[in-house]
């Protein structure tokens, strides 16, 4: 059970950059497609695939003592056509995914904070990503640190999933004033701290336990949150539109 747990902490660790940034994909759904229709097709079209090619890692490493898949092919086939075929899946399997999990979130950060085209911003962002090189993460000698930094990122991404969950189910009932949220000069103007201390807070918390950074940090962040959007002054133009508003 315990191992249930923290390999389902890995998982929304990695995931978690996803689901804080889904307003990033779901602006292009169409209206007539309901959150009921979009859910299911995610859980038909990407859940099943992602826990059978996960089982199949699991029984090749199983089998060959090898976690690493390029190392796997290129040892263990005997045809080199075919050991070149699937490295190159492989390689547009990695392309096919940052493309769209890690470009595009931080893209849209950049045209919006530095007004950049959208080609300009995405080759910024190639270009960092390079400097970071993430091939030295999946070293056998960066394995364990790299659980680590996936467990240490989730003790801050858990609170923020928190206190937009909060927000939008519990304080405002699911109704958004889109125009009044994008009006630089509205009563939303400036930082509500109110969001900033309670996500520190269920940081911290996280850290108590890191192993379970995510689990541990969603209630005490959406209490805290709750409370302070509640009962702190600062807070006040950010109550517009929730049940605290009056």
């Given at each position: 059970?315990?191992?249930a ?18 307003s ?6 169409k209206?007539?497609?309901?959150p009921?229709?979009?859910g ?6 990407i859940?099943p ?8 890692g699991?029984?090749v490493?199983?089998?060959?003592g090898?976690s690493d898949?390029?190392?796997?092919f290129?040892?263990t086939?005997g ?5 070149v ?21 931080p893209?849209?950060v950049?045209?919006?904070s ?6 300009h ?6 270009i ?23 467990q240490f990122?989730?003790?801050f ?7 937009m969950?909060?927000?939008y ?16 000069q509205?009563v ?12 520190i807070?269920g940081s ?6 890191v ?32 049940i605290?508003d009056?």
């Open positions: 059970m315990g191992n747990f923290l390999g389902s902490d890995y998982f929304l660790g990695i995931y978690s950059t996803m689901i804080i940034n889904a990033d994909y779901s602006r292009n759904v209206e007539k497609i309901g009921v229709f979009t299911s097709i995610y859980t038909v079209a859940l695939v992602t826990l059978f090619m996960g089982l199949i699991l029984l490493t199983a089998a060959t090898n898949p390029v190392v796997v290129s040892t086939m045809s080199k056509f075919l050991t075929v699937t490295l190159l899946f492989i390689a547009f399997a990695q392309v096919t995914t940052n493309v769209l999990n890690n470009i595009v979130p893209s849209y950049l045209m919006e530095f007004h950049m085209k959208w080609s911003a995405t080759i910024v962002v190639g960092l990503s390079a400097c970071c090189m993430p091939w030295k993460l999946v070293t056998d000698q960066s394995a364990a640190g790299l659980n680590l930094f996936t990122y989730s003790a991404l858990g609170p923020i999933f928190a206190v969950a909060v927000d189910y519990i304080l405002r009932k699911k109704k958004l004033d889109i125009n009044n949220m994008y009006n630089k509205g939303f103007k400036g930082v509500n701290w109110a969001a900033i201390i309670a996500i807070v911290l918390c996280s850290l108590i336990i192993q379970l950074s995510w689990y541990v940090s969603l209630i005490p962040t959406g209490l805290v949150y709750y409370f302070l959007m509640k009962t702190m002054k600062s807070a006040k133009p950010f109550r517009t539109g929730t605290f009056t």
